[in-house]
């Protein structure tokens, strides 16, 4: 099973600046199934970034993903305040699906 | 417009089953894959397992094979989660959702499955 360990775990930072979320795999990943989640309390996961880079549909520009192999990067460009939310990395491989622990991002 | 509509909130004792609902608007059912993923309270992600609807094929998490059965419905375009021998540690919020290029794409609100004796 792949291992999904994601840094920081809190980041505290204020709207305007920029945001870089990092997931890091224990085994390599195909970039094809590399995703992101963005969830806010009481609320299900939405999904940001499919396949490691591609923006899922309705999600702003700011919003961007990278890396592969083992190392994959969420950057938020430029924080709005309603992008204070807890961020989720997940994994798709061998017919099995991992999540990461979660990054907190909270309001400097 | 895709949706996804849960059951209700649930309260079981331990030992019992729970069944989950999954509607399902807006779409092909059969086209796509349903995944489960579950919350505990204050916790993180946890993927479950899935269902073809088209098929009726699963795969479960290896950590809830034996004790989950997922099931569905095409008549009514709805989608079963059964988790059986419920502990405690199984209260979670329950979520269904819909494949987007094997990521999920689209989820339901979430069911609340609490296990208190």
């Known amino acids: 099973e792949i291992v999904l360990t994601q840094s920081p775990g809190t980041l505290s930072l204020s709207p305007g600046e920029r945001a870089t979320l990092s997931c890091r795999a224990s085994q390599s990943v195909s970039s094809n199934y590399l995703a992101w989640y963005q969830q806010k309390p009481g609320q299900a996961p939405r999904l940001l970034i499919f396949g490691a880079s591609s923006r899922a549909t309705g999600i702003p520009d700011r919003f961007s993903g990278s890396g592969s192999g083992t190392d994959f990067t969420l950057t938020i460009s430029r924080l709005e305040p309603e992008d204070f939310a807890v961020y989720y990395c997940?994994?798709?491989?061998?017919?099995?699906?991992?999540f990461g622990q979660g990054t907190k991002l909270e309001i400097k | 417009q895709v949706h996804l509509v849960q059951s209700g909130a649930e309260v079981m004792k331990p030992g019992a089953s729970v069944k989950v609902s999954c509607k399902t608007y807006?779409?092909?059912?059969?086209?796509?894959?349903i995944y489960w993923v579950r919350q505990a309270p204050g916790q993180g992600l946890e993927w479950v397992g899935w269902i073809n609807p088209n098929s009726g094929g699963t795969n479960y998490a290896q950590k809830f094979q034996g004790r989950v059965t997922m099931t569905r419905d095409t008549s009514i375009s709805t989608a079963y989660m059964e988790l059986s021998r419920l502990r405690s540690d199984d209260t979670a919020v329950y979520y269904c959702a819909r494949d987007y290029s094997s990521s999920f794409g689209y989820w339901g609100q979430g069911t609340l499955v609490t296990v208190s004796s």
């Open positions: 997940q994994q798709y491989g061998s017919s099995l699906y991992t």
């Open positions: 807006g779409y092909t059912f059969t086209g796509y894959f």
